[in-house]
């Protein structure tokens, strides 16, 4: 199956720096990469999200960034805010089946006032 | 419009108890899934179901069983409950079509089994 690794596990920052996420991804077909953040006690929601034939995509504070040739795809926030601090998981469901979603192990943002 | 809903919202279960989770969509979606949230695990998937009528095994299938009853609904049960399915259990549904992929999540079911 697809593995989908994502690093760091935790980051903190300041409030108004920026936090970078980054994940891995094996299978070199997929094309479909999303980002969901989950809040403490609430269920995940889809943030953003990229498809291949694209390298970026922006949405006021959030961006990913798609890098095919290294397989890997970033989650950028910028001028972070305390309601940012949550848990971000990104996914890359394998091109042979898009059901399956493998989803990255978790980033714990803590942003700090 | 109420989403992806989930009942029970809390369970505790004995070794060996069985119980099923319910979930409903009102969103015409093809497709259903059921997760698990471990703490440092992430989603894992368990089941899912491309279309009504469809189920295949995800990440973690063993010691659970699903039914996919018709297009809105999708069931997941424990025959026997281990204590190593004490997890937050999350269902989730999408259109998952060329145009919109993304996952709608019910609230979760956090189970406890002793």
């Known amino acids: 199956g697809e593995n989908v690794e994502q690093h760091p596990s935790t980051l903190s920052v300041q409030e108004g720096d920026s936090a970078v996420i980054k994940c891995t991804y094996s299978?070199?077909?997929?094309?479909?990469f999303p980002w969901y953040k989950q809040e403490l006690g609430k269920r995940p929601q889809l943030i953003i999200d990229?498809?291949?034939?694209?390298g970026e995509k922006k949405d006021q504070r959030i961006a990913v960034t798609l890098n095919k040739t290294a397989k890997h795809f970033s989650l950028h926030i910028t001028e972070t805010q305390p309601e940012d601090s949550a848990v971000y998981f990104c996914?890359?469901?394998?091109?042979?089946?898009?059901?399956?979603?493998?989803f990255g192990s978790g980033t714990k943002l803590n942003v700090k006032p | 419009n109420a989403g992806v809903t989930q009942t029970p919202k809390f369970q505790v279960l004995k070794t060996g108890q069985s119980m099923t989770l319910q979930c409903a969509q009102d969103m015409n979606h093809n497709s259903m899934y059921w997760y698990r949230q471990d703490p440092g695990m992430g989603l894992r998937l368990i089941y899912y179901s491309a279309s009504e009528g469809t189920t295949d095994k995800g990440e973690v299938p063993n010691g659970y069983n699903v039914s996919r009853l018709n297009k809105r609904e999708f069931s997941l049960r424990l025959e026997s409950a281990a204590p190593s399915q004490t997890s937050v259990y999350f269902c989730?549904?999408?259109?998952?079509?060329?145009?919109?992929?993304?996952?709608?999540f019910g609230p979760g079911t956090r189970l406890t089994v002793l």
């Open positions: 989730a549904s999408s259109e998952a079509s060329a145009l919109t992929d993304t996952q709608y």
């Open positions: 299978d070199s077909a997929s094309n479909y």
């Open positions: 996914a890359a469901p394998p091109s042979y089946n898009f059901n399956k979603f493998y």
């Open positions: 990229i498809r291949s034939n694209v």
